[in-house]
């Protein structure tokens, strides 16, 4: 199944570029606090990344790219690809996307305060799960592959 987003998603996604690009290391800071209360999860990242700042930095970039390319989400085929390969390497399954929706999108309202309406937080919603939708396909492929050890290209 295929989430095909709206132009009103797709636009008030790609109008929060700004807020993301100013806050965005401040919004996945709070995102991993809220996502790390469970141990087994926390256990999957690379601590000196987190302590580093490097893991949040990562990952308010791919957050940024994703707002500012959404209505060309072609564009983000590379590094989508290798974010799939970096989520097999550590374990990632389809049951731990709902866990970073629910660490996420309130991180963005605890950080972005009134300016993350219900509208926002909505249209955002919508957009992580398209995303995750593509990143789950993709990481099944690899796994796929990595099981029958072909390779594949996407």
């Known amino acids: 199944m295929s989430s095909v987003l709206s132009a ?7 109008a929060t ?3 993301i690009q ?3 290391v401040a919004i996945t800071t709070r995102m991993y606090e809220r996502l790390f209360v469970d141990p087994s999860v926390k256990a999957m990242f690379d601590d000196a990344a987190q302590e580093s ?5 990562r990952l308010a970039a791919a957050i940024l790219a994703y707002a500012q390319n959404i209505e060309k989400i072609e564009n983000l085929t ?3 690809m290798r974010m799939a390969a970096r ?3 550590a374990g990632v399954k389809p049951e731990h ?10 991180a963005i309202r605890d950080v972005l305060g009134e300016a993350a309406t219900d509208e926002v937080l909505s249209a955002w919603g919508e957009a992580y799960w398209a995303l995750a939708e593509i990143l789950i396909g993709k990481e099944a492929a690899l796994n796929v592959a990595a099981s029958d050890g072909s390779t594949t290209e996407q």
């Not at 009103?8 to 790609?14: G, L, M, P």
């Open 97 to 106: 996307y709902p866990m970073v929706a629910d660490a996420l999108l309130p």
């Open 17 to 19: 570029a700004p807020a």
């Open 53 to 57: 700042g490097e893991q949040p930095r």
């Open 87 to 89: 989520h097999v390497e």
């Open 78 to 80: 590379a590094p989508v």
């Open 8 to 14: 009103e998603v797709k636009t008030i996604v790609n």
């Open 22 to 24: 100013q806050h965005g």
